[in-house]
């Protein structure tokens, strides 16, 4: 993100856009555990990232607002990571 000019210059902003990221990994981590089980582990896996799902998307959103992307008005490598578990 950094060499494609989509990631924050200013510190505070970077750090928030590496948390978004974290946040993405951790919800495709549940997913991965969901995708990769079977029997009755699958079932308590889909129950676990169904909820995740829910919790990461709900604050994506809350953190969104009224922003065109989840640092403002320019995309950053927060915005892809974030799309890229959701797709």
């Keep these: 993100s950094q060499l494609a000019g989509v990631w924050p210059k200013d510190n505070k902003e970077s750090a928030v856009a590496l948390s ?4 993405a990994e ?3 981590t ?3 555990e969901m ?3 079977e029997g009755e582990e ?11 799902a829910q919790e990461f998307f709900e604050k994506w959103e809350k953190f969104l ?5 989840l640092l403002g008005k320019s995309i950053t490598g ?3 990571a974030v799309y890229n578990v959701a797709s």
């Design 20 to 23: 978004l990221v974290c946040s």
């Design 26 to 28: 951790d919800l495709r």
């Design 30 to 32: 549940t997913l991965y």
């Design 35 to 37: 995708f990769f089980t």
């Design 42 to 52: 699958k079932k308590k896996a889909t129950e676990v990232a169904t909820e995740a």
């Design 65 to 69: 607002g009224d922003n065109e992307f």
């Design 78 to 80: 927060a915005d892809y």
